[in-house]
Nanobody, 122 residues
Framework: QVQLVESGGGLVQAGGSLRLSCAAS????????MGWYRQPPGKQRELVAR??????TTYADSVKGRFTISRDNANTVYLQMNILKPEDTAVYYC?????????????????WGQGTEVTISS
């Protein structure tokens, strides 16, 4: 019902930058929050950054001051990642939470993207 398509991952050297994008589509009535999570090799998935419908942002301590999350009016969320470190290497997943609407029926959703790989070389 709600699809998330991520783009922007890749391989960069430490100190470099990447910008991730995630576009949400489908029977969306309202998005309450969008966020980015990551799963480093051999570790659990963790929150990187999150932005609410009121533009309130939350960041993991490890990325504060280096990463910036933003969202446009077309249900797309971005993650600008600067001063990248090897420990930022992970698969990055987009998440969206909100309400779907189909034929005047409303239901909550919590959707994930397929993930995009980010590799930082030292």
């Amino acid at each position: 019902q709600v699809q998330l398509v991520e783009s922007g991952g890749g391989l960069v050297q430490a100190g470099g930058s990447l910008r991730l994008s995630c576009a949400a589509s489908g029977s969306i009535y309202r998005i309450n929050a969008m966020g980015w999570y990551r799963q480093p090799p051999g570790k659990q998935r963790e929150l990187v950054a999150r932005i609410s419908s009121s533009a309130t942002t939350t960041y993991a301590d490890s990325v504060k001051g280096r990463f910036t999350i933003s969202r446009d009016n077309a249900n797309t969320v971005y993650l600008q990642m600067n001063i990248l470190k090897p420990e930022d290497t992970a698969v990055y997943y987009c998440n969206a939470q909100g309400i779907t609407e189909e034929r005047q029926r409303y239901a909550p959703f919590d959707s994930w993207g397929q993930g995009t790989e980010v590799t930082i070389s030292s």
